[in-house]
């Protein structure tokens, strides 16, 4: 190994994506607990997004490059881990990268059957879905979950994922072409929302149990309505508006419960907890074939500006990939 390596790194701290630029820095060294990783793929993910425009710093200790998952060859093992593992990993930061540094509780074995690349796209939405879909939103076998962005990356994780647990899905998205990949994808119900008002179509399919929002604005009103008593909202984001107006009387009558949770703050005992979690109950599906990561478009890591740009345009169907020599 040489002591430097090739990092995609914000030029002038923030910006748009022509900001990010290669440069050559010093390679990572592990410390106690934590593994080395040369990286073969990482992924790329809206808080990326907006982390390069500054609305998103690092938490304590992270790398300031960019990149939250990767997948790879273990180079300097701990753990359960040693030299020549190939294992997937939740970063805190820095997988835009040739190396990549991370507790070894954070990594998982690639699944059976699936290439790095595909690996690489599973941490950051897999343990997303997992934390607020199945446990802060406790959807169970045969409740119906609503799934808002449906073709993004976590959009077509979550319903892979709930299809898997005996949940039926409700998907919406923008435009037709969407709404017929989220069919494609396992989605009992697509609703493009450009023609159709999700809240009726819920209704009319009986309501659902749980919505996975990363919309917000006035979307919270009209899923309120879509909801069945005792159902939950979720919210992992808010591209639509994060200040919403809470009806409480109409909150009260349907029992509902409003949620949400960031994964990249989370202290590195509760990452490890999710880790095991999601291992014992999610790889399984993987390698059952109940779970494959869709691939939309792959860059080369130099391309990373290119990237950004690609995921920022919209018209991706999953995920959005780096590859690193």
Known sequence: MTETMTAIAVEGGRGPAENLKAQTIAR???????????VEAAGVNRPDLAQRIGAYPPPP??????????????????????????VCALLGGGGYAQYAVVDARHALPIPKGLSALEAAALPETVFTVFANVFEHGSLKAGETLMVHGATSGIGTTAIQMAK???????????????????????ADVSVDVTSQDFAEVAKAEGGVDV????????????????????????????????EVALPIFRLMMKRAVVTGSTLRP???DEKARLAAAVEATVWPWIEAGKLKPLIDKTFPLEDAAAAHAYLEGGAHVGKVMLTAD
């Open 266 to 268: 989370r202290d590195a």
């Open 28 to 38: 990572p060294e592990p410390g106690p607990g934590q593994i080395l990783i040369k």
């Open 61 to 86: 200790g992270a790398p300031d490059t960019l990149g939250l998952e990767v997948a790879g060859e273990v180079v300097v093992g701990a753990g359960r881990w040693k030299a020549g593992d190939k």
């Open 211 to 242: 919505i996975l929002d990363m919309v917000g604005g006035d979307y919270f009103a009209k899923g309120l309505d879509a909801l069945r008593t005792g159902g939950r909202i979720v919210f992992i984001a808010a591209q639509g508006g994060g």
């Open 164 to 186: 898997a647990a005996g949940a039926k899905v409700i998907a919406t998205g923008r435009g037709a072409g969407k709404a017929a990949e989220a069919l494609k994808l396992g």
